[in-house]
């Protein structure tokens, strides 16, 4: 018998936690030729190749070689993974014995540790010792020790003044570990404050630039850097907010914003801003501190004014209307009193709040809105109500239906009536009517036959589930509208229900995209394809 031949993948990995990165009991080159002079002392294993991760993180597995190695694990490229301790394959306690005790074992791979001696084909128990979780454990240990570590020299370093982070924010460039003034932008960062300060919103401030063809911090910093990219970037409310609430502009450098979960989950949470680290008279400033005072008096009078007239009117369109060309969108821009009557304007957020120059103007008022929508509901709904009636039944040939649910009764009584002879060949065995000999035959061949009709008829019932599968999915669909039919007053339930984007065009006119608008669409299709097929 020919000997198994294991194709290979050799895991390699280094990463910042591992101290210094050149160290020669963990390099890159060191891990490659120990794994290189095992595989030359064995003569069941062949290599395949060689998957690396240099600088990431052993507390997830969300690292570019490691997932094409499993991607050619999962293609049946490679049977076998070879690494020189556990700790390189990974330092998460619970995953890894999630690859090691299940994963592997079910895929049919190799696994070998060298200097853990663990091989899982030559030495199956090799797995089972308990030192495997024992070092496990440790590797996943002395990652959230480094961490804690790595988080309090952060804080100590914050709080000496050190700037931990690798860039600068607008305004500032990042020179010798200091910040110094970017002086092309200077100008723009001064006369946002003094618009603030002379009573102008963010709104009003981001359109001026936008207008004037300053560029934004984001396009500034790619044409500083030559970072191509394939669209301009804008200004907006937000950047201008950012920047008008961001004490570094005025010398104090404030850290320690935000941090992680821990050190397996890298998801940034916020620190609330009494545990803030803030060292004043950090570096130059570019306005005055009294400056950047009455900056934050204007935003908070004008945010407290925003409330109050938002308050005025909630729209049950909030989150619902774009934009038809710059797909951004519909804002809510006026509200205005006549005979005490409030009348409420949607505006397209690019043409009003950024540019006149990014899109068309475009505005819709609230009651035309209402009318437009519930007007196409209702025309929707009895489009789909006379497909139902008329048009349904036609989608798929219920001829053939029929004809396969009729061989799947005809099968099913057939393994019905293999199963009575199962049920006979057992009781002339008791009663010594059979050999052995005689119910082994009868049996496997009952079996064999019940094998194949159980397949059949899986395919059988696979066919049906296809055919009918688009008739259940309309069915579905338009029940939902049928709820609301001769609708006269919209609701948020209905909206929920019923719709993903409602788009305006120039003309006012309006496109709704329902939820599971591939359903409806398919229903058009078909409808015009019957309607084509009539004519």
């Given at each position: 018998?020919?000997?198994?031949?294991?194709?290979?993948?050799?895991?390699?990995?280094?990463?910042?936690?591992?101290?210094?990165?050149?160290?020669?009991?963990n390099?890159i080159?060191?891990?490659?030729?120990?794994?290189?002079?095992?595989?030359?002392?064995?003569?069941?294993?062949?290599?395949?190749?060689?998957?690396?991760?240099?600088?990431?993180t052993?507390?997830?597995?969300?690292?570019p070689?490691?997932?094409?190695?499993?991607?050619d694990?999962?293609?049946?490229?490679?049977?076998?993974?070879?690494?020189?301790?556990?700790?390189?394959?990974g330092?998460?306690?619970?995953?890894?014995?999630?690859?090691?005790?299940?994963?592997?074992?079910?895929m049919?791979?190799?696994?070998?540790?060298?200097?853990?001696?663990?091989?899982n084909?030559k030495?199956?128990?090799?797995?089972?010792?308990?030192?495997?979780?024992?070092?496990?454990l440790?590797?996943?240990?002395?990652?959230?020790?480094?961490?804690?570590?790595?988080?309090?020299?952060?804080?100590?370093?914050?709080?000496?003044?050190?700037?931990?982070?690798?860039?600068?924010?607008?305004?500032?460039?990042?020179?010798?570990?200091?910040?110094?003034?970017?002086?092309?932008?200077?100008?723009?960062?001064?006369?946002?404050?003094?618009?603030?300060?002379?009573g102008?919103?963010?709104?009003k401030?981001?359109?001026?630039?936008?207008?004037?063809?300053?560029?934004?911090?984001?396009?500034?910093?790619?044409?500083?850097?030559?970072?191509?990219?394939?669209?301009?970037?804008?200004?907006d409310?937000?950047?201008?907010?950012?920047?008008?609430?961001?004490?570094?502009?005025?010398?104090?450098?404030?850290q320690?914003?935000?941090?992680?979960?821990n050190?397996?989950?890298?998801?940034?949470?916020?620190?609330?801003?009494?545990?803030?680290?803030?060292?004043?008279?950090?570096?130059?400033?570019?306005?005055?501190?009294?400056?950047?005072?009455?900056?934050?008096?204007?935003i908070l009078?004008r945010?407290?004014?925003?409330?109050?007239?938002?308050?005025?009117f909630?729209?049950?369109?909030?989150?619902?209307?774009?934009?038809?060309?710059?797909?951004?969108?519909?804002?809510?821009?006026?509200?205005?009193?006549?005979?005490?009557?409030?009348?409420?304007?949607?505006?397209?957020?690019?043409?009003?709040?950024m540019?006149?120059?990014?899109?068309?103007?475009?505005?819709?008022?609230?009651?035309?809105?209402?009318?437009?929508?519930?007007?196409?509901?209702?025309?929707?709904?009895?489009?789909?109500?006379?497909?139902?009636?008329?048009?349904?039944?036609?989608?798929h040939?219920?001829e053939?239906?029929?004809?396969?649910?009729?061989?799947?009764?005809?099968?099913?009584?057939?393994?019905?009536?293999?199963?009575?002879?199962?049920?006979?060949?057992?009781?002339?065995?008791?009663?010594?009517?059979?050999?052995n000999?005689?119910?082994?035959?009868?049996?496997?061949?009952?079996?064999?036959?019940?094998?194949?009709l159980?397949?059949?008829?899986?395919?059988?019932?696979?066919?049906?589930?296809?055919?009918s599968?688009?008739?259940?999915i309309?069915?579905?669909?338009?029940?939902?509208?049928?709820?609301?039919?001769?609708?006269?007053?919209?609701?948020?339930?209905?909206?929920?229900?019923?719709?993903?984007?409602?788009?305006?065009?120039?003309?006012?006119?309006?496109?709704?995209?329902?939820?599971?608008?591939?359903?409806?669409?398919?229903?058009?299709?078909?409808?015009?394809?019957?309607?084509?097929?009539?004519?």
């Open positions: 018998m020919d000997k198994k031949i294991y194709k290979a993948g050799a895991y390699i990995r280094l990463s910042r936690e591992d101290g210094n990165k050149f160290e020669e009991s390099s080159k060191n891990q490659r030729d120990l794994i290189n002079e095992f595989i030359d002392e064995q003569d069941d294993i062949s290599i395949y190749g060689y998957y690396s991760d240099d600088g990431r052993g507390t997830n597995f969300d690292r070689g490691f997932q094409r190695m499993m991607k694990m999962y293609d049946k490229k490679i049977d076998c993974i070879i690494v020189k301790d556990l700790s390189r394959f330092r998460n306690y619970i995953e890894v014995g999630r690859y090691i005790d299940y994963i592997f074992p079910s049919g791979i190799r696994f070998i540790s060298i200097n853990d001696n663990i091989d084909v030495n199956p128990e090799s797995l089972n010792s308990v030192i495997v979780p024992f070092k496990n440790m590797n996943d240990e002395y990652c959230r020790d480094i961490a804690r570590k790595v988080k309090k020299v952060k804080e100590v370093q914050r709080l000496n003044g050190e700037i931990t982070s690798g860039s600068a924010p607008y305004g500032y460039l990042l020179k010798d570990k200091n910040y110094v003034i970017d002086l092309e932008v200077k100008d723009i960062i001064t006369m946002i404050f003094e618009m603030c300060i002379a102008e919103s963010s709104t401030i981001a359109y001026k630039l936008n207008e004037e063809n300053i560029d934004c911090p984001k396009e500034h910093f790619c044409k500083r850097n030559n970072v191509e990219h394939s669209k301009k970037y804008y200004w409310s937000t950047k201008i907010s950012n920047i008008l609430k961001n004490e570094v502009y005025c010398g104090t450098l404030v320690g914003k935000t941090t992680t979960l050190n397996k989950v890298r998801v940034s949470v916020p620190v609330p801003k009494e545990d803030w680290i803030r060292v004043e008279n950090h570096h130059e400033p570019i306005i005055d501190k009294e400056t950047f005072k009455k900056a934050q008096e204007c009078s945010t407290t004014a925003t409330k109050l007239k938002r308050n005025v909630n729209s049950i369109f909030r989150g619902y209307l774009k934009c038809y060309d710059c797909k951004k969108n519909m804002v809510k821009t006026s509200c205005n009193k006549y005979k005490d009557k409030t009348y409420l304007v949607y505006n397209c957020f690019t043409y009003k709040r540019s006149k120059k990014l899109c068309l103007s475009r505005s819709i008022k609230y009651e035309e809105l209402m009318s437009k929508v519930i007007e196409k509901i209702n025309s929707d709904t009895e489009f789909l109500i006379d497909f139902e009636i008329n048009k349904l039944d036609s989608m040939d219920n053939e239906l029929v004809k396969i649910a009729d061989e799947i009764s005809l099968k099913n009584k057939r393994m019905e009536e293999l199963e009575n002879l199962k049920k006979e060949i057992l009781y002339d065995l008791k009663k010594d009517l059979i050999t000999d005689d119910y082994d035959f009868y049996f496997e061949t009952y079996n064999n036959e019940m094998k194949k159980l397949k059949e008829l899986n395919k059988l019932k696979e066919k049906e589930f296809t055919l599968h688009d008739k259940r309309i069915k579905d669909f338009i029940r939902c509208f049928k709820k609301y039919r001769n609708l006269d007053e919209l609701n948020e339930k209905i909206l929920e229900e019923l719709i993903e984007v409602i788009y305006v065009k120039s003309d006012k006119s309006i496109e709704i995209i329902y939820l599971n608008n591939d359903v409806y669409e398919m229903i058009r299709n078909f409808s015009k394809e019957i309607s084509n097929g009539e004519k």
